[in-house]
């Protein structure tokens, strides 16, 4: 299996570039001067590391929507401000630099996919294609939580700006598309995947991480048994590893990204600290509370306090999930909670449950089996993105606290002002 530590030193510092200014709102392509040769291995490089651009930018926001945390930036009050209280600016960097690297990374997947229809070897074309569509669908998946019922366009900013549903029949089709070719891909990549694929760097692992993929998009899309299906191609293990999966990876080498999510929790001021109900809703004996977060003395900033700092992250080199067994199996509860099969959903929540050092729990009826779910899935999967997206398909999001007088509960951010026709 071939690894690499760090990924292109050249992507790695236009990607860095691209952070340095909060009121950038649109940049370059970083593949723009070379696109029309790039080899497949170099775009293959630069998709990987321009999906961890603005990343935690694009995971800052959702998680202040969703009262799960704070982003404490005295540099920036726009963090405890707009996301707060509203409205969005269509015309902002917390908007606009997630969804422009988001696209960047989709015209890079397309140029693979331009690169795919060259190569003669059919084995090779096909896991090229599979391994751009799978990415390509998964970065459009990420602008469409910011943007929800406003849409997205379905291509490299051109076309018309879809509906959600529409988005999402488009997203799973396309990563059904990347399953097909990945079928027709023989035993390996023509290319090197980063160490963030370990064990899912060949066509039939990696098509695992795309089967993955789909169930989430599934369950967006309300499909319970579509869900079920494609779980069935991936890789859940209810008795292996929860943190198996696929990450984003960072490194202190030259010219490659440190991960932005890690702060030393002991620091005399954190930027990203947990919201005071996760402490309040937490049970007690639950390792995932305790991992995931640190006390702190009490923090106040912008009128808001918390004393609880973030540690999802164990080092400014520790990999980020993109997609893991966890999450696999808590989609299946969910998916099968949606069917009324409330005993494997039980066996499933008990099993996650068990893991974090808690009791079982009984589901009796659909209602308190959905009130569950959102529970575990909040404590699993805190801080990878997920809280504010869950509230919104539960139509739950009302019940949010607002900690202050003027704050708001915000549903979906606008598309950017650029992309308005």
Known sequence: MKKRNSLLTLFCLLATLALVSCSSQEFDDPNAASEESASVQFLVNGIEAGMRTDHAIY??????????????????????????RGPIDANGFLLTRPWSSRYNVVKDCSILLQRAADISNG???NGVEGFAKT????????????TYNNGIRLDNNVGPIVGKDQALAGIAQMLDEAHSALGSAGSSFAFNLSSGFAGFDTPATFDQFNRGLKARVAMYQGDANACLTA????????NGSFSTGVYHVYSANSGDQLNPIYENP????????????????????????????????PQTFDGLTSSRGVTVSSSNTAPFPILRNEELILLRAEANIALGNLGPAESD??????????????????????NQMLHERRYSLFCEGHRWVDLRRYNRLSGLPLDRDGDNIITQMPIPTTENP
């Open 59 to 84: 995971l800052r926001v959702v998680a202040s929507f969703a009262r799960d945390n704070y982003y404490m930036e005295p540099s920036d009050p726009r963090y405890t401000g707009e996301l707060l």
């Open 123 to 125: 084995s090779d074309r």
């Open 349 to 370: 929540l008990n099993a996650v449950r068990a893991k974090a050092g808690l009791g079982p729990v009984t589901l009796s009826s659909q209602d308190q089996a959905v």
């Open 266 to 297: 002991s620091a005399d001021f954190v930027k990203f600290v947990a919201h005071p109900s996760f402490s309040e809703e937490a049970e007690a004996g639950d390792s995932r509370f305790s991992s995931k977060t640190a006390a702190r003395s």
């Open 135 to 146: 990415m390509f669908a998964y970065q459009l998946l990420l602008n469409l939580n910011m």
């Open 231 to 238: 779980l069935s191609g991936s890789f859940i293990d209810v």
